[in-house]
């Protein structure tokens, strides 16, 4: 027999290797193939393996049962991965006035452009939404391939930007207006300001002013012009052949120069230098130095100082004129009237809120014949899940309905008061009422035949007559 020597290595079995990214989300291995009939790596083999080096989270099992069968020797395969954090997202605000308001004329639907109107004033009404913020997000934590937590950096956080007269909702989110007003941005916060001023004048610069709250001009309110505020006004300078409309009072420091297109309307007092021309409506009571040539209708007393002169045109008020001088020495080159104790405007309130009481008192009569028969049946238990809804609506209205019938009624109580007055009251003259003047109070007229000093005029039972001036 002859001796073989046979040089046979001994078996090397399947070796893994296991890699991992830096950021610890994905996990590799790679399989050395088996030599000289070494055993492969089997899929429990491979889960010990990947337990040994700490490989929990993300595994793909699929994968791994794949590489236990039919291994891809010497080639990486990703057998875990991760779930990366996701950080928050900021939080926003969302603006809904606008932040960087541009002054521009607007254009008009025929395509001209009007230079008055230039939108200088962002008007808010109490409650309107300013300002909203989309909440920053906590953002979510991650888990790396060895189970570790990767924590996720919150969204950062931004407050509302509440200034002066604004509020906040109770979930924090949303900025509303406190009171009517104009919005003024200040250091990033949004302030909502009841009164708006004017440094200078209203003309070509800030064209007309529109605005719910008070307004001071510092300057004057130049011709062709016009300023509406529901608040009170203070002008500075002088009221040219402006418009001025106010639901307040109205003082103006300069004087009133209406020309022929001036008018002033106010909703309550007004004080006022001097009046030449234009018209004025007052609904209160009126305080001036002189009216001269110039339509005046108050619906309170009139009240001339200083130099007290009412010369020309028409005045009209509802309680008394008081002033130095009425008419002209000429009598022929001023044609002055003076009307107390009519006033139009508060008999057209009285009768609109006279319908408008008419109205109230029916829907509530009607209503509540509903609200009974309804009651009726439903204490019979016979009312229906859609007649049960409309009890709910009717006694829903009445309550609406009622506190305003009252207001109503008492509104007409004042007003019934304020009636009873109409056609008297009193003409006082300081000083002249010259010959020419022509007075009327109530139903009767008088024109003075020749010049009248320190006398009061009212309508006696004769018709018109006077006494000695009486003092206001």
Known sequence: MTNENVNTSPPVNAEAAISIAPNGLEASVKISPPQNGGADLNYVALKIFLAKNRIVYGINDAVLKSMGENPAYNKEMVIARGVPSEDGI?????????????????????????????????????????????????????????GTVIKANPGKDLSLPDGKNTTVSEDKLKLLAAVDGHVSITAGKINIMDTYVVNGSISVETGNIDFSGNVVVRGDVSQGYSLKATGDVTVEGVVEAAQVTTGGNLIIRGGFLGGDNGSLYVGGNAICRFIESGNVVANGDLETTYIMN???????????????????????????????HLGSPKAASANTVIEIGNDPFLVERFEKLSKEAEEHEKNITSLETMEAQLEKIKAAGQLSPEKNKQLEKVKAHLENLRPTYKDIQEALATLSVQMSTLGRGTVNVKQTAYMGLKIIIGDETLILQKDHDHVSFYNGAEGLAFVPFIKQ
Do not use: M
């Open 90 to 146: 900021d939080a926003r605000l969302v603006y809904h006035v606008e932040t960087d308001r541009q002054i521009r004329p607007k254009e008009k639907e025929d395509g001209s452009v009007d230079f008055k109107d230039l939108g200088i004033i962002q008007d808010v009404k109490r409650g309107h939404l300013l300002c909203e913020k989309i909440a920053a997000t906590p953002g979510r934590d991650g888990t790396d391939v060895r």
């Open 294 to 324: 110039a339509t005046v209708k108050c619906g309170g007393k009139i009240n001339l100082i200083g130099k007290g002169l009412i010369r020309g045109g028409y005045v009209s008020s509802r309680i008394s004129v008081t002033a130095a």
